[in-house]
């Protein structure tokens, strides 16, 4: 960046009162945990929220699965069956060597269970996250009983011995799959968007927002070793003296420079 853009950048935070060198206030405890759920979570690499990783691995499985059906269809069976463990993998990726491997589905919708039930237990959690997270939490439990049946469907297609067997099971597959989602709405069931919407009008009923500013804060949200407790890191501060600082480091032409111009 050119010297006369951080210095047009300084003249703007100037004049907007400087807003911009001045920490943002990171959330309460309470609405870090539901930003988890919501945002962006600490748990992910990919600056997703713990909903939107669970519906990327949901639309995996949903377009993997509709391979699986092309191929049993064309009779192609082997084909069929090595998308079924492709599928498999993406639902759950644990017994991949690396130790960085995603969350799969049911991880990921525990953890947002986990979150949205803790949300209500700190100290710090307003009133209408005390009231409606623990029946959120009572209902969502139901997105991880049918999560569970998703992964039952997927193996049973793993033992499947036959293209006929595949199409049945693919069929259960993707209607579950979308039913999880909310893709499908199924009565009496609850899904991510239920979820989703459920956790966004808690938070409106007291006027609390998880603004993009805050995403720091939710990707640095970390449990304290030894305890149940959960914490922010520290966030970094900017320092003023950066902004006069030129790529180089030459510092000549601004406040106290040691060239020969008048600084006054």
Request: hydrophobic residues 40%; glycine residues 6%.
């Amino acid at each position: 960046m050119s010297r006369q853009t951080l210095l047009l950048l300084l003249l703007s935070l100037l004049t907007s009162g400087c807003s911009a060198l001045t920490p943002h206030k990171a959330p309460t405890l309470a609405q870090g945990h539901i930003g988890q759920v919501l945002v962006a979570s600490s748990s992910l690499q990919e600056g997703k929220s713990l909903l939107q990783h669970a519906r990327s691995i949901l639309q995996a499985i949903i377009d993997t699965n509709s391979e699986v059906v092309r191929r049993a269809e064309s009779q192609d069976f082997i084909g069929a069956k090595r998308r079924v463990f492709d599928m498999a993998e993406i639902n759950d990726p644990r017994n991949r060597e690396a130790s960085s491997a995603p969350l799969g589905l049911r991880d990921t919708i525990s953890k947002a269970l986990f979150h949205t039930q803790e949300s209500a237990r700190t100290n710090d959690a307003s009133g209408a996250i005390q009231s409606y997270a623990p029946d959120i939490w009572r209902k969502a439990n139901r997105i991880l009983e049918d999560a569970a049946t998703l992964s039952t469907y997927i193996n049973f297609g793993l033992n499947a011995d036959s293209a006929e067997s595949l199409l049945i099971i693919a069929e259960e597959i993707e209607d579950t799959a979308r039913q999880i989602s909310g893709q499908t709405a199924v009565a009496g069931g609850y899904n991510l968007e239920d979820m989703e919407r459920e956790l966004a009008f808690m938070l409106a009923t007291n006027n609390e927002q998880l603004i993009e500013a805050d995403i720091w804060y939710l990707e640095n949200f970390d449990p304290i070793p030894g305890t149940r407790e959960w914490a922010f890191k520290p966030k970094p501060q900017i320092q003023r003296r950066d902004i006069f600082a030129s790529d180089n480091n030459n510092t000549t032409g601004g406040f106290n420079d040691d060239d020969d111009d008048d600084d006054d």
